[in-house]
């Protein structure tokens, strides 16, 4: 059963717009959400995060919102860049063991056209 | 950058062999994971550590094993690889907040 649900596999975007990438949640037991971007023949890379008890995040173009009754969150890009093109996952976490435990979505892939 | 760096970054085997991945960090941090990546299921927790010789299974442990003994190293090892297991396996590790700083990957082919 997965807890992390990235429904939309794929999001093709004009340089310059907004990109959306969404993610829904089961598990309302999650302390934390996180996203990392990753490219190809690379590890994943942190990117943005966000506290269960608040309901938006913003660093420069990245902007997630957390929508906890609906068990949903989104990550805008303002402006999307090429250099946006990438896999977004979407994670979250819950405490166990003395740390947290992030589980990640399947990713969505942004392809950002010039 | 948290100072991961894993090895092998590429190994070919054969069905029934056994296979060490090794993970090295440069900073103590705690707490250490391996994920697995596979294509339609995105990472996917394998084993973790929250100490020395301190471990815990993660959702797809099975045909895996793990050890500490350092606090710097993490060891994944497949003892009887199967084709299964061919994936693109990432260690990681990271603060008490949940934010994981990635290895860059070790693919393993299971012939």
């Known amino acids: 059963d997965q807890q992390v649900k990235q429904n939309s596999p794929s999001l093709s975007v004009q340089e310059g717009r907004i990109s959306i990438l969404n993610c829904d949640y089961t598990n309302s037991m999650f302390d934390y959400f996180l996203w990392y971007k990753k490219y190809p023949a690379e590890g994943p890379t942190f990117l943005i995060s966000i506290s269960s008890i608040k309901d938006k995040n913003e660093d420069g173009r990245f902007t997630v919102f957390l929508n906890k009754s609906a068990k949903h969150l989104s990550l805008h890009i303002v402006p999307s860049q090429p250099g946006d093109s990438a896999v977004y996952f979407c994670?979250?976490?819950?405490?166990?063991?003395?740390?947290?435990?992030?589980?990640f979505g399947r990713g969505t892939s942004l392809i950002v056209h010039p | 950058d948290a100072g991961i760096t894993q090895s092998p970054r590429h190994k070919v085997t054969e069905t029934g062999t056994p296979v060490t991945l090794r993970c090295h960090q440069t900073?103590?941090?705690?707490?250490m994971y391996w994920y697995r990546q596979d294509p339609g299921h995105g990472l996917r927790l394998i084993h973790y550590s929250y100490g020395v010789k301190d471990t815990d299974k993660g959702e797809v442990s099975d045909g895996y094993s793990v050890s500490r003994s350092k606090t710097e190293d993490f060891l994944l090892t497949l003892e009887s690889a199967t084709s299964s297991q061919t994936s693109v396996y990432f260690c990681?590790?990271?603060?008490?907040?949940?934010?994981?700083?990635f290895g860059e990957g070790s693919r393993l082919t299971v012939l």
């Open positions: 900073e103590n941090h705690r707490y």
């Open positions: 994670a979250g976490t819950i405490k166990g063991g003395g740390s947290y435990i992030p589980t």
């Open positions: 990681a590790n990271g603060r008490n907040t949940g934010e994981l700083f």
